[in-house]
Every structure is written in C-alpha cells, then in structure tokens.
Nanobody, 123 residues
C-alpha cells in the first residue's frame, strides 16, 4: 500500500514562495508519474502539475504555468512543487497523487491521495 505525505504548506504574502514536498512510502514510485492537485473551499479539486516517472515530461495548469515547477527525486521517493509569485487565488489545500495513466488533468486518473497541505496566500 502506498502512502503519500504532503508538507511545506503555510501562510505567505502575495508574491512569496513556498516549496511543497510529497514523500512516498510503501513502495518505490520511481516508475510512476506523479501529480499535484489543489482544492479551495467550496470548489472542485483541480489539476496543478504532473511529472513523468523519468522527469522527462512535465505539465502544468495554465493558471500556474511560469510560476510553479514540479520536480522529483526518485532516490528519496519524493516529489516537489516549487511555487513562486504566489497569488491569493492560489490559496487551497494541495494534494499529491500517483497518476495511473491517460488524461493527467482528471482527478479520477490518480490514486493514493495524501492528506494534503494547506497553502494560504494573503494579499
């Protein structure tokens, strides 16, 4: 059974930066694509970013492109999300998950969700 634990969230002013981590245990995820989603209160969970197992391919939501960077360290079984130029609309709980395949923007194409880490951006 795979367990994912997100960390690194917090309160930051607009324009600031945070780096989220997603640590996996249970088995190695070095051959799995991984993704980050976020969910704001009263809203649907939405796709943020995805990275292939080899780090050769990354994908981003238009709303974060150019500001967020997804990366991974397979030796540490960990995926990261570097968030720069944060905006109040980035406020949400951020989740990582294992991408099972096909459309990477769809929540149901992911498995093994973590508990999430809260990011709050003040204006």
């Amino acid at each position: 059974q795979v367990q994912l634990v997100e960390s690194g969230g917090g309160l930051v002013q607009a324009g600031g930066s945070l780096k989220l981590s997603c640590a996996a245990s249970g088995r190695t995820l070095s051959r799995d694509a991984m993704g980050w989603f976020r969910q704001a209160p009263g809203k649907e969970r939405e796709f943020v970013a995805r990275i292939s197992w080899s780090s050769g391919g990354t994908n981003y939501a238009d709303s974060v492109k150019g500001r967020f960077t997804i990366s991974r360290d397979n030796a540490k079984n960990t995926v990261y999300l570097q968030m720069n130029g944060l905006k109040p609309e980035d406020t949400a709980r951020y989740y990582c998950a294992v991408h099972k395949g096909f459309d990477y923007t769809i929540r149901t194409k992911y498995d093994y969700w973590g508990q999430g880490t809260q990011v709050t951006v003040s204006s």
